[in-house]
């Protein structure tokens, strides 16, 4: 099945995520105008059951799906990017609550010739929670996203995200992207538009497995390395390798 050309497409990795992707599915099912590429990583539950309905007709729903054994979210982002045909590309969590609306108005609002990178804003809730998101995202320099930098409410202009690839690890590996989409020195539009909510607290979060963690280390590595390697953006290179740093700190001083 080819995806209908579409402004933008969005790249999923799931892995076994029975019962955390209702609000992703919702979005899909309403149809916003988007292309979806969803890429289920070694699912040994009843995920895709669940995603039945829109596997079913993903004309319909102008779904493209893999399912493989890819080991990590990133290579599983990789395989989609390579799927994407469309001119922007976005990369959301399965088990959010991502606005295509607002997504949508962000990215028809520029003038998309002259950009090749929109960071929009997002805002956290509990997992099955009734409280009200709270605004956690004023992100509107570069500065702020290397301190937040939060890959799902980032657009990314397709032809550029091509040349650069996830690493495997399952934790930092979607900074690391960011870091590398950065020295080419993109040209960026902050937008005031909150595009994706992010929920805590989701069992089996990875931020939340210890041994996962663990591979933040090696995102610092690649960070460092391309600092040395980079004459672009190396102040953001470096406050990103910076946050990275406390958060082993932390880690090894077992601070929450």
Request: proline share 3%; glycine share 6%; aromatic share 12%.
């Amino acid at each position: 099945m080819i995806l209908k050309s579409r402004l933008v497409t969005v790249v999923i990795p799931i892995h076994n995520a029975q019962g955390k992707t209702s609000k992703l599915r919702e979005v899909i099912e309403k149809q916003w105008g988007l292309s979806y590429i969803l890429i289920f990583d070694s699912c040994s539950d009843g995920t895709l059951s669940e995603f039945g309905k829109i596997l079913g007709n993903t004309e319909h729903y102008n779904v493209h799906s893999l399912i493989g054994n890819y080991g990590s979210p990133g290579f599983a982002r990789n395989a989609g990017l390579e799927k994407v045909e469309s001119e922007w590309v976005v990369f959301w969590d399965a088990d959010d609550a991502p606005n295509p609306e607002a997504l949508l108005k962000t990215v028809e609002s520029f003038d998309q010739s002259k950009i090749e990178m929109i960071v929009t804003q997002y805002d956290k809730s509990e997992f099955n929670s009734d409280l009200e998101p709270t605004l956690s995202s004023r992100t509107y320099t570069k500065f702020g996203l290397a301190l937040n930098p939060g890959i799902w409410r980032i657009i990314f202009k397709v032809n550029n995200a091509k040349r650069f690839r996830f690493e495997e690890f399952r934790m930092g590996e979607d900074q690391c992207f960011i870091a590398q989409f950065m020295t080419s020195n993109p040209r960026i539009i902050f937008s005031r538009e909150t595009t994706y909510s992010y929920f805590q607290g989701v069992p089996g979060q990875l931020t939340s497995n210890k041994i996962a963690k663990t591979d933040l280390k090696l995102t610092f590595i690649i960070l460092i390395k391309l600092i040395v390697n980079n004459r672009e953006n190396r102040f953001f290179l470096a406050t990103m390798a910076f946050r990275q740093s406390l958060g082993i700190l932390k880690q090894a001083l077992h601070i929450h």
